[in-house]
């Protein structure tokens, strides 16, 4: 029999709880009003003498942690909560036996959630990189000082990047620092890069949407870091496996111990990475990217204050983000508007559409990005600039009408929805089209040629289907991240919302100019 090929296991992996968290540190979950204790990790036992299971339902008070006692832990939670925002004060600084720990805590899923990590570099190796590193945490005023000068000084956006890859490989000792950046389709490109002379860079390598499922990429807009210590290390199991009585593990999503998924290290494993940490970059409140840090030589922690550093750097970059870009918004939407309203007064002046459109030095030619321009009106087609042949326009016109009823018609990628393309997608693999009247035979047509590019794989990005235990074929990681070429055809840049929305305006104002004119013609006629 056939298997089933099921292609959604990366997407149903449920990776917020996993059920486990990573081996340098330990976590509890208590009751938030009582310290009962809930759940706790199964390395506990080294923390507190006794077996793990045997914690269960124990009040955090009634335990030792080495030689302190859980009283001392426990005052510190009850002046920790006092505050308004307790989180807002990670890390609280915890000695226990002869060495000082990190204690982080967060309330999720009706549970206090206590992880306790190492202070130091305990388990960084020595460094087998010419990066320097700064064992102590930048003070913060400094760090601040420097990336607003970063980014006020940067000339250009890939600059920023360039310069913000550089500056957290310096605070952090990885030995590659990459900026991923999503497309529309979450397939993935590297955009900016610091990296060690022995590697092979990345830059500019594509990875295909399925390497980072959807349920990562939510899961990424509230979790901004993730730290994944050792890809190695066996992972520990959180006792009892199910939470409560929802029938599922606790929830993780804010956990900074949380062990990552399994088919996510498989990935790691066959890539030959030992060591990640990876910190989201949002625009408005959505994934726009990654700052996503490789280490080779062997594990590699960065403690709290560190990853906290690194945080602000980003949240700064999407900041300096947002308000480029949208400057940038502004001033081409500004522009367009500006070129819209003249072309409406050169035919309001002239009284005519096809003057006004065409024979003044600003035509509708320049009311985007396009490259070439054609209006069928009164049935007669005009051009200006490049453009396919009258003939095939007019064919492209009539398969337009069977496939859309809309008022506007928008691709980058005219070749692969209407083969006849392909022998002028030169001048024409893109195309927005206005439709003024369907009955009249009336349009308004730009066109934009192809560009034509290489691009380079980390891989081949078609994902190898195997077969699971059970039979079923699964997605799994794939082995090689060999480069790969493809070579894209028939597609042109896209058209930029605004430019479509202001060439809507102008399909209004033609049509009101219409209308007007019949109305005239009409009322002289009487
Ligand atoms: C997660 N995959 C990820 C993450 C990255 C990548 C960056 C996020 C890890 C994090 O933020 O903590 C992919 N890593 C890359 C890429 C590069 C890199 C592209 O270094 C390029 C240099 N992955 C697969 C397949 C599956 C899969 C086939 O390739 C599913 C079968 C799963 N990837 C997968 C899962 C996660 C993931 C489940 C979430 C890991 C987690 O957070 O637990």
């Not at 208590?30 to 506990?44: G, H, K, L, R, Y």
């Not at 990217?289 to 594990?299: R, W």
């Not at 496939?403 to 927005?432: H, I, K, M, W």
């Not at 089209?433 to 078609?462: D, H």
Request: proline share 6%.
């Amino acid at each position: 029999m056939q298997p089933t090929v099921d292609l959604t296991n990366c997407d149903r992996e449920p990776i917020q709880w996993p059920g486990f968290i990573q081996s340098h540190g330990y976590l509890l979950a208590i009751d938030p009003a009582t310290f009962v204790i809930w759940q706790a990790s199964e390395n506990c036992q080294a923390l507190t003498g006794l077996p793990t299971n045997t914690l269960i339902g124990q009040n955090l008070s009634g335990i030792r942690l080495h030689e302190t006692a859980g009283t001392e832990l426990v005052d510190l939670l009850t002046v920790a909560l006092r505050q308004n925002n307790p989180e807002a004060f990670n890390p609280y600084l915890l000695p226990l036996g002869d060495q000082s720990w990190y204690l982080v805590i967060h309330q999720h899923d009706g549970a206090l959630i206590l992880e306790l990590e190492p202070t130091a570099d305990l388990i960084n190796l020595p460094l087998q990189t010419t990066a320097p590193l700064l064992n102590k945490t930048m003070p913060i005023q400094a760090l601040l000082a420097q990336t607003m000068t970063d980014i006020q000084r940067s000339s250009s956006l890939t600059d920023l990047l360039h310069k913000t890859a550089q500056k957290v490989k310096e605070l952090t000792g990885y030995d590659r620092v990459m900026i991923y950046r999503f497309g529309e389709d979450w397939h993935g490109e590297i955009i900016a890069e610091a990296c060690e002379p022995f590697l092979e860079p990345f830059l500019n390598m594509h990875y295909p949407a399925s390497d980072i499922p959807r349920q990562a990429r939510e899961l990424y807009k509230t979790n901004l870091v993730r730290l994944l210590v050792d890809v190695d290390a066996p992972r520990v199991p959180i006792y009892p496996v199910q939470y409560a009585d929802q029938g599922r593990p606790l929830d993780l999503t804010h956990a900074g111990l949380r062990a990552v998924s399994p088919l996510h290290i498989e990935y790691l494993q066959n890539m030959g990475v030992r060591a990640t940490l990876n910190i989201s970059l949002l625009y408005r409140g959505e994934l726009w990217g990654l700052i996503s840090c490789h280490h080779y030589a062997g594990p590699r922690m960065i403690d709290y204050p560190k990853r906290a550093s690194v945080k602000l750097i980003s949240q700064l970059l999407s900041t300096a983000l947002e308000i480029r870009k949208d400057d940038e918004d502004e001033q081409f939407s500004h522009m367009l508007n500006q070129r819209e309203q003249q072309l409406y007064h050169q035919m309001l002046a002239d009284w005519d559409i096809v003057q006004g459109l065409t024979k003044h030095p600003l035509t509708a030619l320049e009311l985007n990005t396009a490259t070439g321009a054609a209006l069928l009106f009164e049935n007669k087609l005009y051009t200006l600039g490049h453009t396919p042949a009258d003939s095939d326009i007019q064919a492209l016109i009539e398969w337009l009408k069977m496939v859309s009823t809309d008022a506007v018609f928008q691709t980058d990628q005219l070749p692969n929805l209407y083969a006849p393309a392909e022998l002028y997608r030169e001048q024409a693999a893109g195309a927005l089209v206005l439709v003024l009247s369907r009955e009249m035979n009336e349009y308004l047509i730009w066109f934009k040629p192809e560009q034509k590019q290489t691009q380079y794989w980390g891989g081949n990005p078609e994902k190898p289907v195997v077969l699971g235990e059970d039979g079923t074929a699964r997605l799994s990681p794939r082995k090689s991240f060999d480069k790969w070429e493809q070579l894209v055809r028939n597609r042109s840049e896209p058209w930029r919302q605004v430019e479509v929305a202001t060439a809507l305006k102008l399909r209004e104002d033609m049509l009101q100019l219409i209308s007007q004119k019949a109305n005239q013609i009409r009322a002289l006629n009487e």
